[in-house]
């Protein structure tokens, strides 16, 4: 069945530093690829979303691309801050349903 | 501002309670939502699909009779995890899809209920 692989936590970083959390997936058709991301103590947001192969979807700074030769839908920024820190997920939609990923911390610290 | 509305945020109760969650949809009619359950540091597990004017679908492994759905308007389901024990301490979340045959489209989540049983 489709799953999302995602690489494991906690990342941690100095602000302003270059952050790559890597997703990979595996899926039958043509699955649209989402990255959210959840604060302490909240809920889950949207952070960006590709819809089909070589769409690059950003948001905030962040940005991912859907790489179907790879399967692969990356999630990088140039440059982190302190309020980036949280959990960010990748996620797979194939139906109405979401696959998320294990979920990888992300503590950035000044 | 927030399209699905999650109420309670917090919950803390004893033993053999009975608690409810409730999940709206704020800013359009909802036939399905999903409620997930989320453990410490781990990710999401779709617990269910709530349907309106139907039997909710459960995922393997879930105990139907300990986690009642009820999904009786367009924008209201509501979870009540019965006879509560402390293993049923979580972080549950509700979301609601962009609507059937729009996968591409993102759902919207609820802030989540933090369910503490003592």
């Known amino acids: 069945g489709d799953s999302v692989t995602q690489m494991e936590g906690p990342v941690t970083l100095s602000e302003e530093a270059f952050l790559t959390i890597n997703c990979t997936y595996t899926a039958t058709g043509y699955p649209s690829l989402f990255w959210y991301v959840q604060y302490p103590g909240e809920g889950l947001q949207l952070l960006l979303k590709?819809?089909?192969?070589?769409d690059k979807g950003s948001n905030k700074g962040f940005e991912a691309t859907y790489r179907k030769e790879t399967t692969s839908f990356h999630l990088e920024k140039g440059s982190v801050q302190v309020s980036d820190s949280a959990v960010y997920f990748c996620?797979?939609?194939?139906?109405?349903?979401?696959?998320f990923g294990t979920g990888t911390r992300l503590q950035v610290f000044p | 501002g927030a399209v699905v509305s999650q109420h309670p945020s917090w919950v803390i109760c004893k033993s053999g309670t009975s608690v409810k969650i409730e999940c709206r949809s704020l800013?359009?009619?909802?036939?399905?939502m999903f409620w997930y359950r989320q453990f410490p540091k781990q990710s999401l597990m779709l617990m269910a699909t709530?349907?309106?004017?139907?039997?909710?679908?459960?995922e393997q492994g879930v105990e139907k009779d300990k986690f009642l759905i009820n999904h009786a308007s367009l924008t209201l389901s509501t979870l009540t995890v019965t006879s509560a024990h402390p293993e049923d301490s979580s972080f549950y979340i509700c979301?609601?899809?962009?609507?059937?045959?729009?996968?591409?489209?993102?759902?919207?989540f609820g802030d989540g209920t933090r369910l503490s049983i003592l």
């Open positions: 590709a819809t089909k192969a070589d």
């Open positions: 996620a797979l939609g194939n139906t109405d349903k979401l696959i």
């Open positions: 979301s609601v899809p962009p609507g059937t045959g729009l996968s591409n489209q993102p759902q919207h």
């Open positions: 800013d359009f009619q909802a036939t399905t």
């Open positions: 709530s349907n309106e004017g139907s039997k909710a679908t459960y």
